[in-house]
């Protein structure tokens, strides 16, 4: 049996009724951690773009805080809500991936249809295990691919799961998905953009053309990953179908969140940073050797990551983000505020990132980061190996609510959130 229906057979009997009390308990979780960094970003600069266009797609598919649109333009807009902060969560594998993006297509496609928070929970579970298996499958990155690819695949998954279709149909969701898409790793590397949001944002577009355009029955080939011309033949080789078999569905469990609002890999660096903040003379400092593990360096320590001049660049600059933790003694979305203060900047240039083989092969089970903090001759150390937020060193629900309110400033929704199985989607966003 071909891989494409293996994994139809294996969504298609996924039900509320079979997923773990745990696992739905986290996806209401994602769901409250996603909407609070959405709201967050209405009126960011990406999405003050992209609003201008709204009246260009008319529909009746609800926007995150807003109107209503097409279903496809507000699943970009919900998901570029979700992802441009780089505050939603994330799992770290093979391959990276920030499977709460997922949420933008589907309240975009649960307005529509009247779907409820169990139907939700149901298909988002089903889009955490397909795109967790994925990023244990292979490396993207390494291939010069991005891991979008995996997203929208995961996306087209939880959204057939969402409209009950048959195998059939799940199979022609994710090959429209994907055949015509395969994303390229450019929008992460060097001087980054807007696109980094973006790309997350047009695979939530793409995931949801293809399930409208297979309801409709529009059909599309049968083997997007296995057929001689597939993903596996073309874009990853060596990608390992085993991973992706399996009948579990707790793949969201391994997931983490994010106490900072930084590319994950910097989020230990943050933690390490703030146990040094009140024992530091900030005007003495004569080095900060950084200490960590390749992905970290590769991902956030290239040469374009010394001097970032805009938020994308400086949310996966590691220089920056120790420096602005240092310097404001704290890492919240105002630390983007002011990105070329002097002081950040000067001390950006005495930071040195070194990678340790030992900690290369922790990852991605421990994360970890050693700070040395020269001062006039003395030096003060940090160590973090899993950071807060780990599926290995949980938030509460506390904090996750903690972050929300933050965020957003909003209190009143939460518990519509917490017992949101008999709700229609709609009326929580």
Avoid at 378 to 390: A, F, M, R
Wanted: glycine content about 6%; overall charge negative.
């Amino acid at each position: 049996m071909a891989i494409e229906n293996n994994l139809a057979e294996f969504i298609s009997g996924v039900s509320y009724e079979n997923i773990g009390e745990d696992v739905k308990h986290e996806v209401k979780r994602r769901f409250i951690d996603a909407l609070g960094v959405a709201y967050s970003s209405i009126d960011s600069p990406p999405a003050s773009k992209v609003k201008k266009m709204i009246g260009l797609y008319p529909g009746n598919a609800k926007i995150i805080g807003m109107g209503t649109s097409s279903p496809d333009f507000s699943a970009f807009l919900n998901s570029l809500f979700i992802r441009y902060m780089d505050f939603n969560d994330t799992y770290l594998s093979l391959e990276p991936l920030h499977p709460s993006d997922m949420f933008g297509p589907l309240i975009s496609i649960s307005s529509i249809f009247n779907k409820t928070g169990k139907d939700l929970i149901t298909a988002a579970a089903v889009g955490y295990e397909i795109g967790t298996r994925l990023c244990d499958s292979t490396s993207l990155r390494a291939k010069g691919y991005d891991h979008v690819n995996f997203t929208e695949i995961a996306m087209a998954a939880a959204l057939s799961k969402l409209l009950d279709f048959n195998e059939n149909q799940i199979i022609n969701a994710i090959s429209i998905a994907l055949v015509p898409h395969v994303a390229l790793r450019q929008p992460r590397v060097g001087d980054l953009t807007m696109w980094k949001a973006g790309a997350a944002a047009n695979s939530a577009r793409n995931s949801v053309f293809g399930a409208l355009a297979t309801l409709y029955g529009f059909t599309a080939p049968s083997e997007p990953l296995s057929g001689k011309m597939g993903f596996k033949n073309i874009v990853a080789p060596d990608m390992d179908f085993s991973k992706l078999e399996g009948k579990r569905v707790d793949g969201i469990m391994r997931t983490y969140v994010k106490k900072f609002p930084v590319e994950y890999h910097a989020m230990a660096a943050v933690e390490g940073s703030m146990k040094l903040v009140n024992d530091l003379d900030m005007n003495n400092i004569d080095s900060i050797e950084v200490y960590t593990y390749e992905a970290a360096v590769s991902i956030l320590a290239d040469k374009e990551k010394w001097h970032p001049t805009n938020k994308e660049t400086a949310d996966h600059s590691l220089p920056f983000i120790i420096a602005s933790t240092l310097v404001n003694k704290d890492f919240w979305v105002n630390n983007y505020n002011d990105i070329r203060n002097k002081q950040i900047i000067a001390l950006m240039d005495k930071i040195h990132i070194t990678e340790l083989k030992e900690y290369t092969a922790q990852y991605p089970e421990k994360l970890p980061i050693r700070l040395e903090v020269k001062c006039r001759g003395k030096t003060l150390e940090s160590e973090i190996e899993i950071p807060k937020g780990h599926y290995r060193n949980p938030m509460t629900d506390r904090e996750i609510e903690s972050k929300f309110v933050r965020l957003t400033g909003i209190t009143d929704t939460l518990e519509d959130m917490w017992t949101m199985e008999d709700r229609e989607v709609v009326e929580l966003v």
